[in-house]
Nanobody, 127 residues
Framework: QVQLVESGGGLVQSGGSLRLSCAAS????????MGWFRQAPGKEREFVAT????????DYADSVKGRFTISRDNAKNTVYIQMNSLKPEDTAAYYC????????????????????WGQGTQVTVSS
């Protein structure tokens, strides 16, 4: 059974850092492009970052470029996102997702392109 389990969320002050993890099981992790999305109350779920199957390619939302770094460890079936210089507007539930689609030059930036989702972890940034 497919599972994506996020962890590492919490309350942090503006300017602080957090690292989220997403542990995957039930599917061949290294064959999937992974992504992070977030959803603030009353807003739609939005793309944050994505990483290729072997980790050599990444893409980010403009709002997090230069502050967030996505990475993966295929030996541990885990994807991470390091979040630095956090801002109050980064407050949201963060979700990891997996897609079996093959990268052919366009990154997967929308929720409907992903096959599996985690349950989310809350990140709250206080000002």
């Amino acid at each position: 059974q497919v599972q994506l389990v996020e962890s590492g969320g919490g309350l942090v002050q503006s300017g602080g850092s957090l690292r989220l993890s997403c542990a995957a099981s039930g599917f061949f992790f290294s064959s999937y492009v992974m992504g992070w999305f977030r959803q603030a109350p009353g807003k739609e779920r939005e793309f944050v970052a994505t990483i290729s199957r072997n980790g050599d390619g990444t893409d980010y939302a403009d709002s997090v470029k230069g502050r967030f770094t996505i990475s993966r460890d295929n030996a541990k079936n885990t994807v991470y996102i390091q979040m630095n210089s956090l801002k109050p507007e980064d407050t949201a539930a963060y979700y990891c997702a997996a897609t079996v689609a093959r990268y052919t030059g366009n990154w997967f930036l929308t929720t409907d392109e992903y096959d599996y989702w985690g349950q989310g972890t809350q990140v709250t940034v206080s000002s």
